[in-house]
């Protein structure tokens, strides 16, 4: 049973930095899509970023040059360092995963088959 914890969340000042973990268990797929999802109140959810296995990365136009998603070797734990916050940025983060079919999909086209629960992150002004 695959499963996504993700950790890290919090509140911070604007400007100010954070790094989301999770922890990816249970996968049985050695090629893959991994990405950070996220959903302001009264919003649509919305791609942050992606990162397959090979380490190819997209990125939403609204976080590039300021969050860098990475992750381990062995596919354990995937990583979302945030900087330069902006309130704008305040929402649930969602950590989710998508086995490889055919096509390289980036953050704007992945379409999830896990999720994990969210992790909170607020900037304030």
């Known amino acids: 049973q695959v499963q996504l914890v993700e950790s890290g969340g919090g509140s911070v000042q604007a400007g100010g930095s954070l790094k989301l973990s999770c922890t990816v268990s249970?996968?049985?797929?050695?090629?893959?899509?991994l990405g950070w999802f996220r959903q302001a109140p009264g919003k649509e959810r919305e791609g942050v970023a992606n990162i397959d296995n090979r380490g190819d990365t997209s990125y939403a136009d609204s976080v590039k040059g300021r969050f860098t998603i990475s992750q381990d070797n062995a596919m354990n734990t995937l990583y979302l360092q945030m900087s330069s916050l902006k309130p704008e940025d305040t929402a649930m983060y969602y950590c989710?995963?998508?086995?490889?079919?055919?096509?390289?999909?980036?953050?704007?086209?992945?379409?999830?088959?896990?999720w994990g629960q969210g992790t909170q992150v607020t900037v304030s002004s």
């Open positions: 249970g996968w049985g797929y050695n090629t893959y899509f």
């Open positions: 989710a995963a998508e086995p490889w079919g055919t096509l390289r999909k980036t953050i704007a086209t992945m379409s999830p088959t896990y």
